[in-house]
């Protein structure tokens, strides 16, 4: 992870490299239940550069796994993918497609469906918090200045405004 000084032979941790082992620690810490589910693990924070912050959720039974450890990985990772899922419709939008079907003037049949597609990159972990001892809750940031990046390559694909 640091950097070695090849003239003393010792390593150097970064601040970096220090937010990353704290990150995994608080992780690691959480999941083993050493950790007190209730407080939020704030891996950096969060400032109005940041551009959007989308939430995920996942709920641990839900997952699939043999043992509760494994569960709760699958649970962190779903409410990952939960919250890149928020960040895609924060900047692509969410594609709808309602039918309905009416007899005598009233609606016997009503379906709606929704989508939402697009690359999301840059994203960075905010939080990783379990919420009670049931669900987990991760929180993404996304910078401004990826999310114009973002929208100006999807703007330029032949395939925008389908």
Do not use: F, W
Request: with cysteine; aromatic share 6%; proline share 3%.
């Amino acid at each position: 992870m640091g950097m070695h000084n090849l003239a003393s032979g010792h390593r150097r941790t970064g601040r970096i490299d220090r937010y990353a082992l704290l990150a995994g620690l608080m992780l690691v810490l959480t999941m083993s239940g050493c950790a007190t589910p209730q407080r939020s693990q704030t891996l950096y924070p969060v400032s109005e550069a940041d551009g959007l912050v989308a939430t995920g959720y996942a709920v641990i039974a839900s997952q699939r796994g043999e043992t509760a450890a494994q569960q709760r990985l699958m649970a962190i990772k779903a409410s990952k993918l939960d919250a890149y899922r928020s960040l895609a419709e924060q900047v692509y939008g969410q594609y709808v497609n309602a039918t309905g079907t009416m007899v005598d003037m009233s609606v016997t049949d009503d379906h709606l469906k929704s989508r939402v597609e697009g690359v999301i990159y840059g994203a960075r972990v905010v939080s990783i918090t379990p919420v009670g001892e049931e669900t987990y809750e991760t929180k993404l940031a996304l910078p401004q200045s990826t999310i114009d990046e973002l929208v100006r390559n999807y703007l330029q694909t032949p395939s925008a405004g389908r």
